[in-house]
């Protein structure tokens, strides 16, 4: 079955930056686009962004575009979430996500709080 798992959320001081990893397994990873989502606490879950299967090309909300890259590694099955010049806004768990004929696969996610 399919399984996706974070890693590398922490504390980090504002203006600092993480790099998040997502291992994926049991699926054919290269094939699909991967994204990234994020919920704060008491707000919905909001897409941070995606990268594309097949050029690798990607995408971001405005409130992280500049800051935020998103790349992958097809040969380790891996989707990064590198994150610079981070904000106190940016606390939330960090959701790894992969959609497959039309049905969300989802990680455990993994907690980042920005605060001094």
């Known amino acids: 079955q399919v399984q996706l798992v974070e890693s590398g959320g922490g504390l980090v001081q504002p203006g600092g930056s993480l790099r998040l990893s997502c291992a994926a397994s049991?699926?054919?990873?290269?094939?699909?686009?991967m994204s990234w989502y994020r919920q704060a606490p008491g707000k919905e879950r909001e897409l941070v962004g995606t990268?594309?299967?097949?050029?690798?090309?990607?995408n971001y909300a405005d409130s992280v575009k500049g800051r935020f890259t998103i790349s992958r590694d097809n040969a380790k099955n891996t989707v990064y979430l590198q994150m610079n010049s981070l904000k106190p806004e940016d606390t939330a768990v960090y959701y790894c996500?992969?959609?497959?004929?039309?049905?969300?696969?989802w990680g455990k996610g993994t907690l980042v709080t920005v605060s001094s």
């Open positions: 990268v594309i299967s097949t050029f690798g090309t990607t």
């Open positions: 996500n992969a959609r497959i004929s039309s049905r969300n696969y």
């Open positions: 049991g699926l054919t990873f290269s094939m699909y686009d």
